[in-house]
């Protein structure tokens, strides 16, 4: 192995490098960001609603209709926009969960 290389990787083993995400340690424009995570989740949470209603619409439509590619577009327009909604509203909790078993890897 090249000397500088093996030099650079011994350094790079010895420094203990952490990340802190904490409120407190936030960079310029970081409330601009929150506020801008929150929008759009807020807006990603109004489309899984209209998905919802329009699927249900459709699946019943398709239903009465006996149109049964119609119904199992709208059943399945149900779900996708129900199983977004469920990620939308999990996502603080998912991304803390991944994090606090990265900080667990040693």
């Known amino acids: 192995m090249h000397p500088v290389l093996s030099s650079f990787l011994a350094a790079a083993n010895s420094t203990n490098i952490t990340i802190d995400p904490a409120a407190g340690n936030d960079l310029p424009g970081g409330g601009t960001l929150s506020d801008l995570a929150s929008g759009v ?18 699946w019943a439509f398709g239903h ?6 119609q119904s199992y577009s709208g059943r399945k327009g149900v779900i996708v926009s129900g199983l977004a909604a469920l990620l939308i509203g999990g996502s603080q909790e998912i991304i803390s969960f991944f994090f606090s078993q990265g900080l667990n890897l040693h």
């Open 41 to 58: 989740g807020h807006w990603a949470l109004l489309a899984a609603v209209v998905g919802v209603i329009v699927g249900g619409i459709m």
């Open 64 to 69: 009465f209709s006996h149109n049964y590619q």
